[in-house]
């Protein structure tokens, strides 16, 4: 099947036709679909022509890699914001208690009874 172009009066038939069709029509889905990133313009048709197909493989390029540089940015955000939270949060009591070595039975005795000397004394 042959297509024209719809932009110039070029009657070559070439698959960047079919995709100045779809962006005439402003369905941007079927010229991606179509290989709008990787298309080639017609040698046959005009430099405007040429041009439009161009400009629109461009512009799209220029989009995809702004959206991949802001999806980019809102992980690494996400992975920030996380990490401050976790710095923020207190340490579990369980861990601190368990981290403090209890005092040997007899130095808690030893310490009672000086406890209690001292109290004596001052009473």
Known sequence: MQTF??????????PAH???TALRQDDLDTAMTLGLLDAQPCPAC?????AHLLAARDARRVALAARERHR???????????ARAAARRPAST???QQAAPALPSAAADALARALAKA???HA
């Open 72 to 82: 980019a940015r809102a992980a690494r955000l996400a992975r920030i914001q996380l």
């Open 119 to 121: 109290k004596s004394r």
């Open 5 to 14: 172009c719809p932009t110039c009066a070029c009657i070559a038939d070439h």
């Open 18 to 20: 079919v995709l100045q």
């Open 46 to 50: 005009t430099s405007a022509c040429q």
């Open 94 to 96: 369980a861990t601190t």
